[in-house]
Antibody, heavy 117, light 110 residues
């Protein structure tokens, strides 16, 4: 079955960097676009970034553009999110998600990023 | 890339119907028939309830229905049950591979 397992979250100071990973299994990872979605504590869902199946196309929410970079390694079935210049408002649970046709059909449990001095 | 607008909360008694609106623009909700709805209980991963505006995944009760008119999508829960108490989010394609979520609605069963 499809499994998405995020890792790499933790406590980081404002202005510092962090890299999240998402290990995928149970499907042909290299055939699907992948997304990151985040949810700040007590807040709603926010779409963050997407990468096409082959990594050739990437797009970002305006709130993270220029600071975050999405990437993937299809040989390792792994999705990444490099987060630079972190701000307090980036504090959230970060989920990776896989599209099914036109919707986000599979979600990982998420990894918590805490931005605090 | 503004969030889609949803009411902060709606409530109803068991057995009643509630409707949640989701208002966007012609660049998202109005431009694509790719609106989905997610139910989220506290501490849980969002669960898909409706996709492609009005289609239900297998296993989702037919009490849940979706529709769209112009730039506004709606989720209706008929015959409200206690277990329907949760947060609900709409989500729309916004062009290319991108998505935009709604602001979220808390459904309370009185």
């Amino acid at each position: 079955q499809v499994q998405l397992v995020e890792s790499g979250g933790g406590v980081v100071q404002p202005g510092r960097s962090l890299r999240l990973s998402c290990a995928a299994s149970g499907f042909s990872f290299s055939s699907y676009a992948m997304h990151w979605v985040r949810q700040a504590p007590g807040e709603g869902l926010e779409w963050v970034a997407v990468i096409s199946y082959d990594g050739s196309t990437k797009d970002y929410a305006d709130s993270v553009r220029g600071r975050f970079t999405i990437s993937r390694d299809n040989s390792k079935n792994t999705l990444y999110l490099q987060m630079n210049s972190l701000r307090a408002e980036d504090m959230a649970v970060y989920h990776c998600a896989r599209v099914v046709n036109s919707w986000l059909g599979y979600w990982g449990q998420g990894t918590l990023v805490t931005v605090s001095s | 890339q503004s969030a889609l607008t949803q009411p902060r909360s709606v409530s109803g008694s068991p057995g009643q119907s509630v409707t949640i609106s989701c208002t966007g623009t012609s660049s998202d909700v109005g431009g694509y028939n790719y609106v989905s709805w997610y139910q989220q209980h506290p501490g849980k991963v969002p669960k898909l309830m409706i996709f492609d505006v009005s289609k239900r995944p297998s296993g989702v009760p037919d009490r849940f229905s979706g529709s769209k008119s112009s730039n506004t999508a709606s989720l209706t829960i008929s015959g409200l049950q206690a277990e329907d108490e949760a947060d609900y989010y709409c989500c729309s394609s916004a062009g290319g591979y991108t998505y935009v979520f709604g602001t979220g609605t808390k459904v309370t069963v009185l």
